[in-house]
């Protein structure tokens, strides 16, 4: 069975500090992976996947088959990242996003 | 911008009580979704639909679920018999595409209340 895994409940940094929000996946195929955010409030909308190779808002992730890791970072945070994020797997043949528990990023002032 | 939209916000139910929450999804969207999130946990994916039919569903989703799309713009989730434990926040949503191009927009949720 699939498996998302975000080790970390809560994590906490200072504005302009580096951030990486850790995801790490079991699936023995080619997965598609997600980074969903859902700021205070507001609905869970896409943050980035890693099939488009984008930065969006900063933020990037890469996947490392090796490692089963599709890990979300920022050089620098901003206060308006604070938000819950959440790492989601898409498996081949599948419209099921399994979904991590998700990371509480706080960033303070 | 489009967005995917859920009614009501907030439903309270008594136990055993048949409860129906709405969504209208991104109207050229042609994949459907509902997710729930039990306070504390997971996103849990229930059931996926397309062209009229589910096209996958969770082992959650047991025939105290239904899905339906009455018309051109809704897409409903049908409790029968609510129990405690389906008290969550549920999610709908839509995609342009299926398959490995799926991009789920999601709706702001509709938080049942079982008691």
């Known amino acids: 069975a699939q498996r998302v895994t975000q080790p970390e409940k809560l994590l906490s940094v200072f504005k302009g500090a580096p951030v990486e929000l850790k995801c790490n996946y079991s699936?023995?195929?080619?997965?598609?992976l997600f980074w969903y955010v859902q700021y205070s409030r507001q609905r869970l909308q896409l943050l980035l996947r890693?099939?488009s190779r984008e930065s969006i808002k900063g933020f990037t992730a890469d996947l490392n088959k090796g490692e089963t890791s599709f890990h979300l970072k920022k050089p620098f945070a901003q206060e308006e990242d604070s938000a819950m994020y959440y790492c989601?797997?898409?498996?081949?043949?599948?419209?099921?996003?399994?979904f991590g528990k998700g990371t509480k990023l706080t960033v303070n002032p | 911008e489009p967005e995917v939209t859920q009614t009501p916000s907030h439903q309270v139910t008594q136990m055993g009580q048949e409860v129906i929450l709405r969504c209208v999804p991104i109207?050229?969207?042609?994949?459907f979704y509902w997710y729930r999130q039990i306070l504390g946990q997971k996103v849990e994916f229930l059931v996926s639909?397309?062209?009229?039919?589910?096209?996958?569903k969770s082992e959650i989703f047991d025939d105290q679920f239904s899905v339906e799309r009455p018309d051109g713009s809704n897409f409903t989730l049908k409790i029968r018999s609510t129990k405690l434990e389906d008290s969550a926040m549920y999610f709908c949503?839509?995609?342009?595409?299926?398959?490995?191009?799926?991009?789920?927009?999601f709706g702001q949720g509709t938080r049942l209340t079982v008691v």
């Open positions: 949503a839509s995609s342009p595409l299926g398959g490995q191009a799926t991009e789920a927009f």
């Open positions: 699936y023995s195929g080619s997965p598609e």
């Open positions: 890693h099939i």
């Open positions: 989601a797997l898409l498996r081949g043949g599948s419209e099921k996003l399994v």
């Open positions: 109207s050229n969207h042609l994949y």
């Open positions: 639909f397309y062209n009229n039919e589910i096209s996958e």
